[in-house]
């Protein structure tokens, strides 16, 4: 463990974790019998049913008797609910219920329809027939309080009354701790299947032990608003805003007044309206926060989290981010990281007349303020003094230096910092782990639950890249989860966050509010960080040029009554415009037609002079569906996010116009793929799709052969793209041309012809013959090509060769070298060397030019970044000349097998085993047939699966 930047724990609990774990076996059992007993006591102390404690959960039978009237068979049962307050005295409180009755079937005992689990709500009090027998009732009011499951009697004829009370196993607000939902529409539709309104929505709100709620947008009247209000519970209204289909939406908690439409309108026409938003929210008082980021995950369009990552580029956005997830946890690691001062909370986004719907506070934030004002608690959550939970019985209370999340510290390097965690929860804790930059960097794992309190050291680093920031996270073996916001450090040494960019690219068939179309249009939204500026943005299909986007045209955009891309009316139309302000070139934002099969990628240029090229998105223009497309990107020198969104809707034949519907959420084979990077290590995130040829036909992430891939059958394209040194990806003069299932490569140009695919875990067959000339600088010399083994990165990214090939393990193609290893090198999109790394044994002599030999019982050798293996038989006196007298003759056919598993490459020349590396770096990567000066002809190339053993 690096303790220069990771945490060292000094783990103290006041009750439960007596040891660390370091004590000799004996000393160990002997202090597990005493933790063991200690147990058992805290058990009995903390048991409901213990005397001397007065009981948590407490059910009273009040009366039975009989009543007249009621149906055959049936009987009444009336239930109080109360709760003991803090001062000892007792209230009525209010509820979340589901009862059954003995053939399990649900009873509504409020009156105004169930939802989809059977809950319901009543404040104080139910009433309601039941079958004769058994009723079982559970309860819950809020993670302050312990569930319970009570069983009931319905006697027949009779009114059955009971009494239950509550008394708080914990209570944040003595901590100075409240919890609010800033996302709960109590009347969302203009229908509803629940009759609710906004007293309901405010005795759901306090069933859940909220202690305020904001209304973020209903169908209804807001006269009784105030009238809800209490001592211990606030309720207001301000309304999410949607301000542009790639925007994502904004709640607007503690806004002194409504935002009129007009002023709404102005901001729609921004083109960061997120950030415009903000500004006016804080002149009216309140706070902002973007929701739902990756609602739908798979789909960017209309919901989610697109401007983010260009608030994240511009380093200014909205206060808060609604976290939901680990894959939303992701993108809030990574929008930290680059700087934007964002803080944690959560939401339920509740519609609460739907049947299928969250309740208020199943996801939820906690303010900390020193008074139960709404103006105070607005101000601890713009300062993000908070975290978030989904809703369950877990509080974690967090401090560094005893500053609370939100606080900026300052620090130096090599200087102890105390880290204090208390965590309060009433099941047993999985886990509390820490985060620095997004890396977990400590990670204890308590058994015990209550009330526990922990103690770490954190150092700061030596060298910081970025935004220092630390955040704990907590969870329970109930699946309940805590996340603060960070604690900041400003600290004196921090190397800047460089080449940062942000792209967007999404391929579909919708309108800017999204009723489908049967033409399908790309979304760009492109942003550069200062001082770099764009100079050119290209979407390329296949890498080759389709439109390019120049910074040096005049033009901003062709219809002045919309943005392109984020506007939300109208249909879309080629458009586009540069930004953020009047002759800014730091943000594009445009529309463009697509109607060709291929893999769709952008490319930016800056003024600078740097190139930064995103992923692939693959588009078929013979699919029958509706579908959307989508890839978001996000990276700098230090931190990288990319993730992928694909799903499906109703044939495009079945659209008529004008269209009616509700399609606009592409809900059918849907998948999704995140993947983030936090010093050097990687966290991935894949949706348990339906569409299991997501990831094969729409993603370039490595795949196993699962059945022999004829790479020469079909077209070229249908398995290659080329890259040539000086003509990228165009191909003019047939460098690589495909006839009869026979690839011809000329040799004129320097390049290769590149897998659509990654590929690992495979045995590639090649056969080929070498053609009768050499061009160039190998005239004379050897016939010369190559097979490239899991190539990353950039093309042209080779430092060999002026930037003609890629990052690779290479199996040498080349008379009297064939089945030789060379790592050729390159560089990543930030500009570093990708890590290259091969071990082999090797005989203790070298060639003349001082390279390695395999030799199966000779030393271990190990090669990094570049270098060369030369092949067990190769000749000593081995000469780049031409037509040498071994391994692939003019004429005479060569085959080689390539095996590739795991961590293990193996090369077969014409049934010889030649060469063999192990613990390769990387693993994993698309195959290149190298163009380099010599005509050569490949009769086969095959991919084969492993074999079963």
């Known amino acids: 463990m690096n303790r220069t930047f990771m945490l060292t724990p000094r783990i103290r609990t006041r009750k439960i974790n007596l040891f660390e774990f370091r004590f000799t076996k004996y000393l160990f059992l002997r202090l597990s019998l005493l933790f063991f007993l200690i147990n058992i006591q805290l058990f009995a102390q903390s048991d409901d049913k213990n005397q001397t404690q007065p009981p948590l959960n407490q059910i009273e039978a009040l009366s039975s008797k009989s009543k007249a009237g009621l149906p055959q068979g049936t009987g009444e049962i009336e239930i109080l609910f109360n709760k003991i307050l803090p001062s000892g005295q007792s209230e009525q409180q209010c509820v979340r219920l589901i009862v059954k009755n003995k053939s399990g079937k649900f009873i509504d005992g409020g009156g105004r329809g169930l939802y989809r689990d059977g809950r319901f709500f009543v404040e104080g009090k139910t009433r309601f027939l039941a079958p004769a027998g058994p009723v079982t009732l ?23 009354r009971y009494q239950i009370t509550q008394r708080p196993w914990f209570r944040p607000q003595d901590h100075g701790w409240y919890s609010g939902d800033n996302h709960v529409h109590a009347q969302h539709d203009a229908r509803a299947s629940i009759k609710t309104n906004l007293e309901y929505m405010a005795i759901q709100a306090r069933a859940a032990g909220l202690d305020f709620v904001t209304e973020a947008g209903s169908n209804g009247s807001y006269e009784k608003l105030e009238s809800l209000n209490r001592p211990d519970f606030i309720l207001t209204r301000a309304d999410e805003q949607r301000l542009g289909c790639f925007v994502g939406h904004i709640n607007t908690p503690g806004i002194r007044e409504p935002i009129s439409q007009l002023t709404i309108r102005e901001l729609e026409r921004t083109l960061l309206p997120s950030q415009a938003l903000t500004d006016k ?17 798979h789909q960017i369009h209309w919901m989610g989290a697109a401007e983010l990552i260009h608030n994240a580029v511009f380093k200014k956005g909205t206060d808060l981010l609604d976290i939901d997830s680990r894959q939303t946890e992701l993108l809030w690691y990574s929008v930290l990281n680059l700087g934007l001062t964002i803080g944690a909370s959560s939401y339920t986004d509740c519609a609460l007349g739907r049947v299928r719907t969250l309740s208020p ?132 040494q921090v190397e800047p966050v460089k080449n940062t960019w942000g792209a967007l690219l999404q391929i579909s068939n919708a309108t800017r509010f999204i009723q489908l179309r049967k033409q399908f249009y790309s979304h760009l939204l492109v942003s550069v960080r200062d001082p770099e500026g764009l100079e050119s943005v290209t979407l390329l299909k296949d890498g080759v040029k389709i439109k390019e986007f120049s910074s040096s045209e005049k033009k901003e ?32 934002q445009a529309d463009w037609p697509v109607d060709q099969t291929g893999w769709y990628s952008l490319q930016l240029k800056t003024k600078m002079g740097s190139t930064y090229r995103t992923d692939s998105i693959f588009f078929d223009s013979k699919h029958p569906n509706s579908r959307a497309i989508s890839l978001a990107q996000l990276g700098s020198n230090a931190h ?11 044939p495009l034949n079945k659209i008529e116009l004008p269209f009616k519907g509700d399609h606009w959420w592409y809900p059918k084979n849907t998948a999704f793929y995140m993947e983030g990077e936090f010093q050097k290590e990687k966290y991935r995130y894949v949706s348990n799709s339906p569409f299991k040829g997501f990831r094969e036909n729409h993603l370039r992430e490595a795949i196993n052969p699962q059945k022999p891939i004829d790479l020469l059958s079909g077209k070229l394209e249908d398995h290659f793209y080329s890259f040539l040194k000086d003509k990228q990806y165009e191909d003019p003069e047939k460098n690589f041309r495909l006839e009869n299932k026979r690839l011809f490569v000329t040799g004129k140009t320097l390049g290769y012809l590149g897998t659509r695919q990654n590929y690992k875990n495979y045995r590639l067959i090649a056969e080929f013959e070498w053609g009768k000339k050499n061009w160039g600088k190998r005239v004379g010399k050897a016939r010369d090509s190559g097979i490239f083994l899991h190539s990353q990165g950039p093309d042209g990214n080779s430092v060999d060769a002026e930037g003609a090939f890629q990052t690779a393990i290479e199996c040498n193609v080349m008379e009297g070298a064939v089945g030789d290893f060379l790592l050729i090198r390159g560089h990543d999109v930030r500009g570093k060397l990708i890590p290259l790394e091969v ?45 040498q007298s071994s391994q692939g003759l ?60």
Request: proline share 6%.
């Open 138 to 160: 559970n309860l819950q009011a809020g993670p302050n309080f312990v569930d319970a499951t009570f069983q009931l009697s319905s006697t027949e004829g009779s009114l059955n």
């Open 281 to 297: 929210v804080h002149q009216l008082g309140g706070i902002t926060i973007h929701t739902h980021p990756l609602t739908p995950r």
């Open 361 to 492: 506070g199943d996801r939820r934030v906690y303010v900390h303020s020193d008074e139960f004002k709404f103006s105070k608690l607005i101000s601890g959550m713009k300062q993000a003094k908070t975290f978030a939970t989904n809703g369950g019985p877990l509080f974690a209370f967090f401090s560094v230096d005893g500053k609370l999340p939100g606080t900026t510290i300052e620090s130096e390097s090599g200087r102890i910092h105390p880290v204090k965690a208390k965590i309060h929860s009433w099941h047993t804790l999985r886990s509390i782990e820490l985060y620095y930059q997004g890396k977990r960097i400590d990670r204890a794992s308590p058994r015990h639950g209550r009330h526990s309190e922990y103690e770490f050291d954190f150092k700061l680093p030596t060298k910081i890249v970025g935004t220092p920031w630390l955040t704990l996270r907590a969870e329970n073996e109930q699946g309940d989860w805590a996340l603060t916001s960070p604690i900041y450090f400003d600290a004196k």
């Open 557 to 588: 955009r062709t219809n002045n009554s919309s943005l392109p891309s984020t506007t939300l009316r109208g249909d879309y139309q080629p458009d586009w415009v540069w930004g953020p302000q009047a002759n800014s070139t730091r943000l594009l």
């Open 640 to 650: 990288q996010l990319r993730w992928w969104g694909y799903g499906e809707e109703m």
């Open 839 to 883: 071990e082999s044994t090797v005989a203790s002599t070298f060639d003349s030019e001082n390279w390695p030999r395999y030799l199966p019982e000779g030393k271990k050798h190990v090669i990094k970044t570049w270098g060369r293996l030369n092949h067990y038989g190769k000749k000593p006196n081995w000469k780049d000349i031409f037509n």
């Open 890 to 949: 003019n004429g005479n056919r060569c085959r080689i097998e390539i095996e590739c598993k795991d961590s293990t490459i193996e090369i077969t020349v014409d049934g010889k085993l030649v060469n063999r590396v192990t613990n390769i770096k990387p693993q994993s990567g698309r195959i290149l047939i190298q163009s380099e000066g010599s005509q050569i002809q490949f009769t086969r190339l095959e991919l084969h699966p492993l074999d079963p053993a």
